[in-house]
């Protein structure tokens, strides 16, 4: 097998700013292919981590949260997730977010995975943690979520996300992971 190549066969040759908000970066660029023929490509940049939790009791139960989702014009069943500015721990990211939409306070947290979400167009990074340990207050959401929340077995979870009931990507990675990692 060849082994991949870790240069850029890519050159920009302009890169200009088409829209910039609090959270995203749409970048218009000239470029040169690989094959070194002109070409464009549209990268939108994230300015914060996607983050997401899975929070998980003693009986593997799990929250869920629904909300409607405008850019795919459809409600969602998500766990818990949100943004954490880059250079703030994500950890700290991940209690805010756990805290805010579904009122869960956990005192142990562990990594269960990173991924790109849609690396073709964004650079878009999400870490997803499990939360264990937990206490339970009131959920707070800002002001532009309007969210269900739902306490299930994480079996249940595993086969919503199965069956195609649950399509969004941290979602599915995160609940195939743990599912893999609980046996």
């Given at each position: 097998m060849n082994e991949p190549q870790n240069t850029n066969p890519w050159k920009k040759l302009s890169d200009k700013i088409v829209y910039e908000n609090p959270w995203i970066v749409l970048h218009h660029e000239e470029v040169l292919n690989p094959l070194g023929k002109p070409g464009i490509y549209g990268l939108l940049h994230f300015k914060h981590l996607a983050i997401g939790i899975i929070p998980l009791d003693e009986h593997n139960?799990?929250?869920?949260?629904?909300q409607y989702r405008y850019p795919l014009k459809q409600y969602s069943w998500e766990i818990p997730e949100g943004g954490g500015k880059i250079g703030i721990d994500p950890i700290e990211s991940g209690k805010r977010e756990l805290l805010e939409e579904c009122g869960i306070i956990a005192n142990d947290w562990?990594?269960?995975?990173?991924?790109?979400?849609?690396?073709s167009a964004t650079d878009e990074f999400a870490i997803i943690y499990v939360a264990r340990d937990l206490s339970f207050t009131k959920a707070e959401p800002e002001e532009t979520e309007e969210l269900k929340i739902r306490k299930i077995p994480f079996e249940e979870l595993f086969?919503?996300?199965?069956?195609g009931q649950i399509t969004d990507a941290m979602t599915v990675a995160a609940v195939l992971k743990l599912?893999?990692?609980l046996g």
């Open positions: 139960n799990t929250w869920i949260v629904g562990q990594k269960l995975i990173e991924i790109h979400l849609s690396n086969q919503m996300v199965m069956s599912k893999i990692l």
